[in-house]
Nanobody
C-alpha cells in the first residue's frame, strides 16, 4: 500500500550537485518522520537527514551538514535531498524512508534517523550516487 520511489541519483564529479527525489504514495498522515539514509559497500547504513513533516524541523548527519538540504513538498508528497559540494565519501546507495510511529515529534525524528535501524519503516528501493 505504502510505496516510496527514489530518483535523481547518478554520477558526478567531486564538488558537483545532485537532487534526489522520493515520491510517496499510499501515505497521508499529517505529522510523521521521514528521511534519507545511505549505505556504501562494506559499510553500515547511515542516517543522512530527517525532516519532521507537519512541523518542518530538520536534522543532519555531521558528515553532510551545511552541504545537504532535506525538504518536503507536502502537496505532491515528494521528499527531496539537495546534495551540494559532493565528495567521494558520499558515494553510496541512497534510500528514503518513513517512520510509521503514530505520535512522532521532532525529537523522535532526530533519534529515529540517527540510529539508522529498520524498525517498521517503509523503505524505497534506493538510488545510486557515485562521486568521483
Amino acid at each position: 500500500q505504502v510505496q516510496l520511489v527514489e530518483s535523481g541519483g547518478g554520477s558526478v564529479q567531486a564538488g558537483g550537485s545532485l537532487r534526489l527525489s522520493c515520491a510517496v504514495s499510499g501515505w497521508s498522515r499529517s505529522k510523521y518522520c521521514t528521511g534519507w539514509f545511505r549505505q556504501a559497500p562494506g559499510k553500515v547504513r547511515e542516517g543522512v537527514a530527517t525532516i519532521y513533516v507537519g512541523g518542518g524541523a530538520t536534522d543532519y548527519a555531521d558528515s553532510v551538514k551545511d552541504r545537504f538540504t532535506i525538504s518536503q513538498d507536502n502537496a505532491k508528497n515528494i521528499l527531496y535531498l539537495q546534495m551540494n559540494n559532493l565528495k567521494p565519501d558520499d558515494t553510496a546507495m541512497y534510500y528514503c524512508a518513513i517512520d510509521p510511529f503514530p505520535s512522532a515529534t521532532a525529537g523522535d525524528c532526530r533519534r529515529w534517523y540517527a540510529t539508522a535501524k529498520d524498525d517498521d519503516n517503509y523503505w524505497g528501493q534506493g538510488t545510486q550516487v557515485t562521486v568521483s
